[in-house]
């Protein structure tokens, strides 16, 4: 099983897999941030001198982290920055669930509407998963 998920191909396509989800994320989010500070306010977990600073960051490190990543540079950096993003993610998520917020999750800024739930907690947590192969069993360095 670890020889598989050491393959290139795996390897490869799990990289390019995370790194494709948080580029696209980023980029809806930086281009709306105004939008996605209201998902981010939503959760009503930040004070709010924190809402409009975390809009705009995010998206610009989602977008970052998801371009190096892909490109092969800093690869472990990269994937556990959004293997880590993913776990904040989750965690905002169930706190959502229990206290029976019925929001958004912002995802993907306003173009994915979808909402807290149990389906959203699984694809992050796969995509936890493929961040953590792409962490423990890729290479250190750059690609060339």
Same mark, same amino acid.
């Given at each position: 099983m670890i020889s598989l998920l050491k393959n290139n191909k !795996?390897? *490869?396509g799990s990289r390019i897999l995370l790194a494709a989800v948080f580029i696209?994320?980023?980029?809806e989010k930086a281009a709306n941030p105004g939008d996605f500070s209201v998902a981010v306010s939503n959760y009503r977990i930040l004070p709010l001198f924190l809402i409009n600073i975390t809009a705009i960051f995010i998206p610009w490190l989602e977008l970052s982290s998801g !371009?190096? *990543?892909?490109?092969?540079k800093?690869?472990?950096?990269?994937?556990?920055?959004?293997?880590?993003?993913?776990i904040v993610f989750n965690v905002l998520i169930i706190v959502a669930i229990l206290r029976g917020l019925d929001i958004e999750c912002g995802c993907f800024g306003t173009l994915d509407a979808q909402m807290v739930g149990l389906q959203k907690l699984a694809e992050n947590f796969f995509l936890i998963f493929v961040g953590l192969i792409v962490y423990k069993f890729s290479p250190d360095s750059d690609v060339e």
């Amino acid at each position: 099983m670890i020889s598989l998920l050491k393959n290139n191909k !795996i390897q *490869l396509g799990s990289r390019i897999l995370l790194a494709a989800v948080f580029i696209f994320a980023g980029i809806e989010k930086a281009a709306n941030p105004g939008d996605f500070s209201v998902a981010v306010s939503n959760y009503r977990i930040l004070p709010l001198f924190l809402i409009n600073i975390t809009a705009i960051f995010i998206p610009w490190l989602e977008l970052s982290s998801g !371009i190096l *990543l892909l490109f092969g540079k800093w690869i472990k950096a990269n994937s556990l920055i959004l293997t880590a993003l993913l776990i904040v993610f989750n965690v905002l998520i169930i706190v959502a669930i229990l206290r029976g917020l019925d929001i958004e999750c912002g995802c993907f800024g306003t173009l994915d509407a979808q909402m807290v739930g149990l389906q959203k907690l699984a694809e992050n947590f796969f995509l936890i998963f493929v961040g953590l192969i792409v962490y423990k069993f890729s290479p250190d360095s750059d690609v060339e």
